[in-house]
Structure formats: structure tokens, C-alpha cells
């Protein structure tokens, strides 16, 4: 029903979230401009899996052919996962930690200045979200930002 209703409300860009995530999700029959995933936790393991890799596989059934996918959270045990799901698509693979980082400022964690390859462009970036692991979620959206070009990872102000 929200498909149909942005395309008759002729919306340009929508942003999609999943709700289970990845391969088994009802969003994924859209091909998107880009993919992010966020973070591989123990949600939803009845359908998913019992283990970080197996839920890592089914999150990366979100990854399309040729489809950017940034992922936002760094987490070793998983990293394979997505690289060999994007290689065998041709998705370019970037992982936010590798150019954005975010500096809570003391005491607030929904305030952040934001540093693209370790030069301040965004100061005083202020999260309604006001958990802490949102800065981890921030880099990723970041990474999907339009004045991203994936071509050379570039911030453009």
C-alpha cells in the first residue's frame, strides 16, 4: 500500500525501512538507489538464525546488484559476510567507520560533531534519538547522505 500510495503521490525518494530485515523482508522487492544496514544484533533469531553469521546472511539479502550498500556499524565477526555477498553482486561495499566519525559531546549523547577522513564538517549535529549507539546509526545514514558521491567518497558542502 505505501508503494502504491508514493507513486501516486508522485514522490521522488522515499526512504524504506525494513521491518524484519534483509532477504525474508516484504520491502524487498524494491531495488533501492542504495541499501544500509546498520548493525547485526539477536533480534529476530526465530527467523533469522541463532548465530551473528547466519542473521549476517540473511540482513545481506538486502543487497542488490549493483546497488551502493554502506554499512554503519564495524563488527569483525560479520564483516565477511557482507563483503562476499557484495562481491558476488557487483554492489559497491562501504563501511562508514572507514571515513565518517562521530564525537559525542561530553555529557550528550544526541549531540555530535561529525568528521569526514578525520576533517570536521558537521558541528553541533543534533540526534531526537538519545541513545547512545546512535552514533553508530548516524555514521551510516551519513554515508547515505545525497552530497556522498560513491564514486570518490566525497563530502561536498
Same mark, same amino acid.
Request: hydrophobic content about 40%; overall charge negative.
Given at each position: 500500500? %505505501?508503494?502504491?500510495? /508514493?507513486?501516486?503521490? =508522485?514522490?521522488?525518494? %522515499?526512504?524504506?525501512?525494513?521491518?524484519?530485515?534483509?532477504?525474508?523482508?516484504?520491502?524487498? $522487492? @524494491?531495488?533501492?538507489?542504495?541499501?544500509?544496514?546498520?548493525?547485526?544484533?539477536?533480534?529476530?533469531?526465530?527467523?533469522?538464525?541463532?548465530?551473528?553469521?547466519? @542473521?549476517?546472511?540473511?540482513?545481506?539479502?538486502?543487497?542488490?546488484?549493483? $546497488?551502493? $550498500?554502506?554499512?554503519?556499524?564495524?563488527?569483525?565477526?560479520?564483516? =565477511?559476510? /557482507?563483503?562476499?555477498?557484495?562481491?558476488?553482486?557487483?554492489?559497491?561495499? /562501504? /563501511?562508514?567507520?572507514?571515513? @565518517?566519525?562521530?564525537? %559525542?559531546?561530553?555529557?550528550?549523547?544526541?549531540?555530535?560533531?561529525? &568528521?569526514?577522513?578525520?576533517?570536521?564538517?558537521?558541528?553541533?549535529?543534533?540526534?531526537?534519538?538519545?541513545? %547512545?549507539?546512535?552514533?553508530?546509526?548516524?555514521?551510516? $545514514?551519513?554515508?547515505?547522505?545525497?552530497?556522498?558521491? &560513491?564514486?570518490?567518497?566525497? &563530502?561536498?558542502?
Amino acid at each position: 500500500m %505505501a508503494f502504491d500510495y /508514493f507513486s501516486n503521490a =508522485h514522490v521522488d525518494v %522515499a526512504v524504506i525501512e525494513v521491518g524484519l530485515g534483509g532477504r525474508l523482508d516484504s520491502t524487498n $522487492v @524494491i531495488t533501492p538507489l542504495v541499501s544500509l544496514i546498520t548493525n547485526i544484533g539477536h533480534d529476530h533469531m526465530d527467523l533469522l538464525g541463532n548465530t551473528f553469521t547466519l @542473521i549476517a546472511g540473511e540482513k545481506a539479502g538486502i543487497i542488490k546488484r549493483r $546497488v551502493p $550498500v554502506v554499512i554503519s556499524e564495524h563488527q569483525p565477526e560479520v564483516e =565477511h559476510v /557482507f563483503r562476499e555477498k557484495a562481491a558476488s553482486l557487483d554492489a559497491p561495499l /562501504f /563501511f562508514s567507520r572507514d571515513s @565518517i566519525e562521530l564525537k %559525542a559531546h561530553s555529557g550528550q549523547h544526541h549531540v555530535f560533531d561529525v &568528521y569526514w577522513d578525520h576533517q570536521p564538517v558537521l558541528l553541533d549535529l543534533v540526534s531526537e534519538l538519545k541513545g %547512545a549507539y546512535q552514533s553508530r546509526n548516524i555514521a551510516g $545514514v551519513l554515508m547515505n547522505h545525497p552530497t556522498v558521491t &560513491y564514486s570518490g567518497l566525497r &563530502y561536498i558542502q
